[in-house]
């Protein structure tokens, strides 16, 4: 029996960076990938949407097609040359616990047992579905969507979130009409009121309706189309399209793994792990998708690869933590926001910077920046934003929430003229001052 000191089970984000952070200290590393490196992010999710939204807009479908694929083909080829560069060994193969030490792997028609002094367990997540539904011909899941050899006429989308909107937007895009069926009384759960409304205004000038409140009945497949019947209201209306996605969330993969072999707690949710991300096997941890009570983020996994590399090597620095999130819709959404003091009155202000030259430049008509903070320690607590090229705020939002920042921070900070980001200061200093009078007004 083989004998290796770290493998790690999943080539996606969060796998492959856990491996190149461990390679670079000569830690020896096998890395397994039952399917293409990279994972769901790289080949059938995060960069192939933005490829669609935000590559040559002169392109058609099957051009973006063809471009994108190329283009994860590279990305995926330098991830496998920087891991081998670093000593790192690839396995493409199906691993799955045979005991609390041992995997069994499958490669081909091969089958071999190796024991490992850790595991880490990066198996990423899948598509959710439902009952009314089964993948077939034109009723598919968003990797199944990305790769279409063209773009659908009519497209039927059954969830009303991050990947239901960003889908909605490329078929929107490409010429087709789009409806969006949300169980919920709105579209993006969980995201602030102000920047969905704005970004709602925006779907009058697109081919895209949203239907909230609909609960699915049932759908139906022809062959040719779908037919998706779904209750609105008590009453009960039909659509019809070429094709239905299937955009309810993502699930941990965690299936063909044999976790009870290794006495490895998990859930419907996933993996259970602690704050160092071990499993109840001390000798196995898991990070990523697959994990229970995480978001399920490219960024998220990638961080926390991040973080177990750092605990690994015994350099661990704790950090309070707020994730920013992104939708890369047209225009982009983010927000990044951590749990207030419940016992201070929260403060927000809103700025709509149509106004700002470089959005005049731009023609932009719905953008807006959003803070929130603490009425007594000015410490912000919430950065929220609508506009092209938002997302690009989320790395100064992170630092800022993540370094529990005041207002008195950012409103004296400097920001470069003319750009979108001086809207950031802007804001700081109005909220500031705005805290300010309101101190004034209630104590004097």
């Not at 609105?232 to 009870?260: M, T």
Request: hydrophobic share 35%.
């Amino acid at each position: 029996m083989l004998n290796k000191e770290i493998i790690i089970i999943g080539g996606g984000i969060a796998g492959y960076t856990l491996a190149l952070r461990l390679a670079r200290y000569e830690k020896k590393v096998l890395l397994i990938e039952k399917g293409q490196m990279g994972g769901v992010c790289l080949n059938a999710g995060c960069i192939p949407t933005k490829a669609f939204l935000y590559g040559n807009q002169n392109r058609n479908w099957r051009e973006s097609l063809e471009s994108q694929s190329r283009m994860i083909e590279s990305t995926r080829q330098n991830i496998e040359a920087e891991l081998i560069s670093l000593g790192v060994e690839i396995c493409y193969g199906q691993a799955s616990f045979s005991s609390e030490i041992t995997l069994s792997i499958k490669e081909g028609n091969q089958e071999h047992n190796v024991e490992f002094e850790l595991c880490i367990v990066a198996t990423g997540s899948k598509s959710k579905l439902i009952p009314q539904a089964h993948i077939s011909g034109n009723i598919c899941t968003s990797s199944e969507f990305l790769k279409l050899e063209e773009c659908p006429q009519q497209l039927i989308i059954i969830g009303g979130g991050i990947i239901g909107i960003e889908a909605a937007e490329i078929c929107s895009h490409y010429g087709g009409d789009v409806t969006v069926l949300e169980a919920g009384n709105r579209i993006l759960p969980g995201w602030d009121d102000d920047i969905v409304n704005m970004y709602m205004r925006t779907l009058k000038e697109k081919r895209i309706q949203i239907h909230t409140n609909a609960l699915i009945e049932e759908i139906e497949d022809d062959g040719e189309s779908c037919i998706c019947v779904f209750k609105q209201f008590q009453e009960y209306e039909e659509k019809q399209a070429d094709k239905v996605l299937l955009a309810v969330g993502r699930e941990s993969y965690i299936d063909n793994l044999d976790l009870c072999a290794a006495k490895v707690e998990f859930s419907s949710f996933g993996i259970k792990v602690d704050k160092t991300f071990r499993t109840s096997n001390p000798r196995i941890f898991a990070i990523g998708d697959c994990i229970s009570g995480e978001a399920k983020l490219a960024h998220m996994a990638e961080y926390q690869a991040f973080l177990l590399s750092r605990i690994l090597l015994d350099r661990h620095y704790v950090k309070k933590e707020g994730m920013p999130i992104c939708c890369y819709s047209n225009p982009q959404m983010m927000q990044i926001f951590r749990k207030a003091n419940t016992e201070h009155l929260q403060i927000s202000k809103k700025r709509v910077y149509r106004g700002n030259p470089t959005a005049r430049i731009r023609n932009e008509q719905n953008c807006m920046i959003k803070m929130t903070a603490d009425s007594v320690s000015h410490e912000i607590t919430g950065f929220f934003a609508i506009g092209n090229g938002v997302s690009e705020f989320s790395g100064e939002g992170a630092v800022i929430i993540n370094n529990q920042m005041k207002l008195e921070d950012v409103a004296y900070s400097i920001h470069m003229h003319p750009t979108i980001n001086e809207e950031i200061h802007h804001l700081a200093r109005e909220l500031l001052e705005e805290a300010e009078q309101n101190y004034e007004d209630h104590y004097q």
